[in-house]
């Protein structure tokens, strides 16, 4: 299967109005891809979790903006550190510090 960034190389060399429902097929892929469960990411109810209020202060940013990098990095994804619970945001702490480049303690 060819890659995302491949699929959008492709869309850019497509008319106006094929490219737009390449595009609209494309975002469904990625939406559909966020949804399957990722075979090699690690179980995020064992890895260690803070709340937003927790990471917004030590990363300097409010809470909103937090919550807004966490619905864009789910956990599911290589880097991602959101992880919902119950309809709420938590964050999972070493990919979200390593993402705001700040170093990772190992106790």
């Not at 490219?19 to 260690?48: I, M, Y």
């Amino acid at each position: 299967m060819a890659d995302l960034a491949q699929i959008e190389e492709l869309i850019r060399g497509f008319e106006e109005r094929q490219r737009d429902e390449l595009t609209a097929l494309l975002d469904k892929l990625r939406a559909a891809t966020r949804a399957l469960p990722s075979t090699n990411a690690p179980d995020p109810s064992t890895l260690t979790k803070i709340s937003i209020g927790e990471a917004a202060y030590l990363s300097e940013l409010s809470e909103s903006q937090v919550r807004k990098l966490c619905e864009a990095n789910p956990s599911g994804e290589p880097g991602g550190f959101g992880y919902k619970k119950g309809g709420r945001w938590e964050v999972i702490k070493d990919p979200f510090l390593t993402s705001r480049g700040m170093r990772v303690s190992r106790d």
